[in-house]
């Protein structure tokens, strides 16, 4: 089965920062990450798909990049509304794993 | 819109099974593959499985072998996962989860979640 390690797994940060997770696979799988923003007590919702790709109605404040085995969720400038536990995961191949997942949470 | 409506809780004793059911509504069921995904509480997310409601064709984890079954019904739109013997690891919320190709593979579309509490 494919690793997906994510770090940090948790972070403080303040209203304006730019906020980096980072999500490492243990095998070579060109694009095929995805990143999902979770809230408590709702389901996972699909932010960036293909490693770069902004799903429609996401802010632009999100962005995604990396291929093969190392990739990135970047938050240009962190809103109020996105405290939240993010988690990538690969769709190279089943089982579809995913990270251990990132707490943001608010400084 | 398209939307995926789970069934509500439940509550189960150690060693009985639980049926969850996925409406799916707003696209064809036939159209997309379904999958699985659960969450204990206070943990990360965990891939069961996958089902073709195209075909029936399905795959799972490892780790739920001969305990879990996914099924389908096209004249309700609904799919389902069943998983059996259960235990108290098992305590969770269940969430169906549309895989889209146009997206490589990625699911957009998520039910709003079944929590399966297991308790004696």
């Known amino acids: 089965d494919i690793q997906m390690t994510q770090s940090p797994s948790s972070l403080s940060a303040s209203v304006g920062d730019r906020v980096t997770i980072t999500c490492r696979a243990s095998q070579s799988m060109s694009t095929y990450v995805n990143w999902y923003q979770q809230k408590p007590g709702k389901a996972p919702k699909l932010l960036i798909y293909?490693?770069?790709s902004l799903q429609s109605g996401v802010p632009s404040r999100f962005s995604g990049s990396g291929s093969g085995t190392d990739f990135t969720l970047t938050i240009s400038s962190l809103q109020p509304e996105d405290f939240a536990t993010y988690y990538c995961?690969?769709?190279?191949?089943?089982?579809?794993?995913f990270g251990q997942g990132t707490e943001v949470e608010i400084k | 819109q398209v939307q995926l409506v789970q069934s509500g809780a439940e509550v189960k004793k150690p060693g009985a099974s639980v049926k969850v059911s996925c409406k799916a509504s707003?696209?064809?069921?036939?159209?997309?593959?379904m999958h699985w995904v659960r969450q204990a509480p206070g943990q990360g997310l965990e891939w069961m499985g996958i089902i073709n409601p195209s075909g029936g064709s399905t795959s799972h984890a490892q780790k739920f072998q001969g305990r879990v079954t996914m099924t389908w019904d096209t004249s309700t739109s609904t799919v389902y996962m069943e998983l059996s013997s259960l235990r108290s690891e098992d305590t969770a919320v269940y969430y169906c989860a549309r895989e889209t190709r146009n997206s490589l593979f990625a699911f957009d579309i998520w039910g709003q979640g079944t929590v399966v509490t297991v308790s004696s």
């Open positions: 995961q690969q769709s190279y191949n089943t089982p579809r794993t």
């Open positions: 707003g696209y064809t069921l036939t159209t997309y593959y």
């Open positions: 293909g490693a770069s």
